[in-house]
């Protein structure tokens, strides 16, 4: 979060299952490659280092566009709010007994 709310370009290994694959597609601006369960394999060197390649031959066309709505869910107005909801939700409970 801190390097894509700072807008720097983010380019990164992580397996598919991660939930940074996830939040990449929400946010956008993110360029990843990932693996599966068969782990890092041989021909995986081969796929970082085109991707790599195609970041210093094209620059950050390469990523897909930032999303700022995105990251809406997790912003601390977003957040803020929904602790507010909850301490509310406590309080009027515990008005009750």
Avoid: M
Wanted: aromatic residues 10%.
């Amino acid at each position: 979060f801190p390097c894509w709310l700072a807008g720097r370009p983010v380019f990164g290994l992580f397996h598919e299952a991660s939930t940074v694959v996830k939040l990449a597609g929400e946010l956008g601006g993110v360029g990843l490659v990932t693996y599966d369960q068969g782990g890092i394999s041989a021909g995986l060197g081969e796929v970082v280092c085109a991707a790599l390649d195609d970041l210093a031959a094209r620059g950050l066309a390469v990523l897909p566009a930032r999303r700022e709505a995105g990251f809406e869910p997790y912003s601390a107005a977003t957040l803020t709010g929904r602790f507010a909801a909850l301490f509310d939700r406590v309080l009027t409970s515990a008005g009750r007994n």
